[in-house]
């Protein structure tokens, strides 16, 4: 089965990465893996992390795509994590999420985005948020 890899940050760019991954998902009859590298900060609690991600994989379902979602717990960067579980599915595609950046900001791409669109074994699909 052709597979779909989400880079999902509870963020606005993540939403659109999300919407755009459905979409693909839908096009090419594929499952999604939703990989949310997050890395939890002080403060934050782990079931608001958890509800986050219940509803993601709810709106998949929802739009009749296979879901996996995967939240690797440490060690990796986001970068390396989304990476190795892209190699490890087999995907054909990557979506990722890019954050709007002011005139100097573009100057330098995020350095997981970056590395995501410089190392990926598959094509990348970068989308921004409205």
Do not use: F, W
């Amino acid at each position: 089965m052709p597979t779909v890899v989400l880079g999902y940050v509870p963020k606005p760019e993540g939403e659109a990465a999300l919407a755009a991954s459905i979409s693909e998902a839908r096009l090419r009859q594929a499952d999604l893996v939703v990989v949310n590298a997050h890395r939890a900060h002080r403060g934050d609690t782990e079931s608001s992390g958890t509800s986050e991600l219940d509803d993601v994989r709810a709106r998949v379902e929802a739009a009749g795509v296979v879901v996996d979602v995967r939240h690797p717990e440490a060690g990796l960067e986001a970068s390396e994590d989304l990476l190795a579980i892209a190699e490890e599915v087999g995907a054909e595609l990557i979506v990722i999420g890019l954050r709007r950046r002011t005139p100097v900001g573009k100057l330098i791409l995020g350095s997981n985005a970056q590395r995501i669109l410089l190392d990926a074994h598959c094509p990348v699909l970068a989308v921004k948020s409205d």
